[in-house]
């Protein structure tokens, strides 16, 4: 059975998730395809809020999955480098007056990403 409570689904990850909840899993099989797929919707979606709303939940995400990226040190490079990326988009637009409605988009979003940082240990002051 799925090692999620209230889910009774015949797992199927060696760690013991099933096809509907495998992106829990520690297993890179697993995860790096929900990662992709993360990336793509990132990529193919218009407008700034959009996309840093996806972002968040990427980031929200990669907080449970520490253990992954420190396993894998080039993924972690990646990601350290688009958060950097990331957080410049996101204080650039919160210069904008015509974000304002957006604000707590932009810092939900920063927060995850020191969130994420401090997680890994690579928090910079
Ligand atoms: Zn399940």
């Given at each position: 059975?799925?090692?999620?409570?209230?889910?009774?689904?015949?797992?199927?990850?060696?760690?013991?998730?099933?096809?509907?909840?495998?992106?829990?899993?520690k297993?890179q099989?697993?995860i790096?395809?929900?990662?992709?797929?993360?990336?793509?919707?990132?990529?193919?979606?218009?407008?700034?809020?959009?996309?840093?709303?996806?972002?968040?939940?990427?980031?929200?995400?990669?907080?449970?999955k520490?253990e992954f990226l420190?396993l894998n040190?080039?993924?972690?490079?990646?990601?350290?480098?688009?958060?950097?990326?990331?957080?410049?988009?996101?204080?650039?637009?919160?210069?904008?007056?015509?974000?304002?409605?957006?604000?707590?988009?932009?810092?939900?979003?920063?927060?995850?990403?020191?969130?994420?940082?401090?997680?890994?240990?690579?928090?910079?002051?």
């Amino acid at each position: 059975m799925c090692k999620l409570n209230q889910c009774n689904v015949n797992s199927l990850t060696p760690d013991g998730y099933c096809h509907r909840h495998k992106v829990w899993s520690k297993h890179q099989k697993y995860i790096v395809p929900h990662l992709k797929k993360y990336i793509d919707k990132v990529k193919n979606t218009k407008g700034i809020k959009n996309k840093v709303e996806i972002v968040g939940n990427l980031l929200n995400y990669l907080n449970y999955k520490i253990e992954f990226l420190n396993l894998n040190e080039g993924f972690k490079t990646v990601i350290l480098q688009r958060c950097e990326q990331i957080e410049n988009d996101c204080k650039k637009q919160m210069e904008e007056p015509y974000h304002y409605d957006h604000i707590q988009i932009f810092f939900r979003c920063l927060d995850q990403i020191n969130q994420l940082r401090i997680n890994l240990g690579v928090l910079k002051d």
